[in-house]
């Protein structure tokens, strides 16, 4: 029914008529039958009512003990479950050899379930019995082959098996975020679904025509699709963050003070505003939470509390103001504190506080508590 029911056979004025667009039924997956709303059954009943069930199995008026003389060598139709056994072809073969002087042109068919063991079988038999050649096919063992599954199985197949994708509609909310990394300005949209999830994303970088902007428009495309196709943002903010290449630096968002790259600062920024999590993002603000909770459990004094609160100090300033705190680590006093150990969790220079070192990016430490 699907192949006589379609675009090619009612044309595109009829589907027009019937309410479709053309990028709909254009698509190479797209199924007249189903899109009306007829469901599987449905279309199933009707094939068998115009087309038949191609197999004398089940119909009227016919005794089950009739079968047999019916029976092929495969299956017949979608819901035949008889065929011939695989040494009923031998044993015709046999029956025969002794009349015919050269080997008999006769394949013995099995059925896809056959096993390496029925096949060996089959060609011990057939050495017993005294013929002079054999050949055996299993169904579906080619690619291609005369009779195989009908155009609706393999479409069906073909459905199931193939990615979805939930496009966004026509009108959509989105957000738009400015940022700057380093020297780069750029803006940053994110189209969203009705619940409130990002499905899109467009990237516009302040030099237009650059390397970088191109780049970062085939990122964001790139990123569009694999939203649209159900790759969780989480997933993905755990892949793209913290990755490091130029350009990097400071950033305009207090949250994020630092970033890696450009990827870098979109998924972190990404998983401060739809994820809700901080510690997702290594962001500031995770830190000076952990910072605070941390504070009350401190006991004891001297020098190496001293510099811890000083640490902390810096890096509270760090959120406020990044340009104060590079001045301040070009003028020596913090640059005393970074040895240029990175941050195993966000790759970032720690400073040293006393015999350890705290990440003023995510607030990674050196296992000091």
Request: charged share 20%; glycine share 8%; with cysteine.
């Amino acid at each position: 029914m699907s192949g006589a029911i379609n675009v090619w056979t009612l044309g595109e004025k009829t589907l027009r008529r019937l309410g479709f667009k053309p990028e709909e039924y254009n698509d190479d997956r797209f199924n007249l039958l189903r899109a009306l709303g007829f469901t599987a059954e449905q279309v199933e009943e009707a094939n068998r009512t115009v087309c038949g069930a191609q197999t004398v199995e089940g119909a009227p008026d016919l005794k089950e003990e009739h079968y047999a003389v019916f029976d092929c060598a495969n299956k017949c139709g979608k819901h035949g479950e008889r065929f011939i056994g695989a040494m009923g072809h031998v044993r015709i073969m046999a029956a025969a050899q002794p009349f015919i002087s050269g080997a008999i042109s006769k394949t013995v068919n099995l059925p896809n379930e056959a096993t390496a063991e029925d096949i060996l079988d089959v060609y011990v038999e057939a050495w017993r019995m005294g013929l002079k050649a054999i050949a055996v096919y299993r169904d579906g063992s080619k690619i291609s082959q005369p009779l195989s599954a009908s155009a609706d199985e393999i479409e069906e197949a073909a459905a199931a098996n193939a990615p979805v994708r939930r496009r966004l509609p026509d009108e959509r909310q989105s957000v738009t975020h400015k940022f700057s990394v380093g020297e780069h300005e750029g803006y940053v949209t994110v189209g969203l679904y009705e619940d409130g999830h990002p499905g899109e994303m467009f990237l516009t970088m302040s030099k237009e025509g650059s390397t970088i902007s191109g780049l970062m428009d085939a990122f964001a495309t790139m990123t569009s699709l694999a939203l649209q196709y159900g790759v969780p943002l989480d997933a993905l903010v755990r892949k793209f963050s913290h990755m490091r290449f130029e350009p990097q630096g400071f950033t305009s968002n207090k949250q994020i003070p630092m970033a890696k790259s450009l990827v870098d600062y979109i998924f972190r920024w990404m998983a401060l505003k739809f994820l809700d999590d901080p510690a997702l993002a290594g962001s500031a603000a995770a830190y000076y939470a952990n910072a605070d909770e941390a504070a009350p459990a401190a006991t004891g004094s001297g020098p190496v509390r001293a510099e811890v609160s000083q640490t902390t100090e810096a890096l509270a300033a760090a959120s406020a103001d990044p340009v104060a705190v590079a001045i301040q680590t070009e003028d020596g006093d913090a640059a005393e504190h970074t040895d240029g150990v990175a941050c195993h969790v966000c790759g970032t220079i720690m400073l040293r506080s006393g015999t350890c070192y705290v990440c003023p990016n995510c607030g990674g430490n050196t296992g000091c508590g």
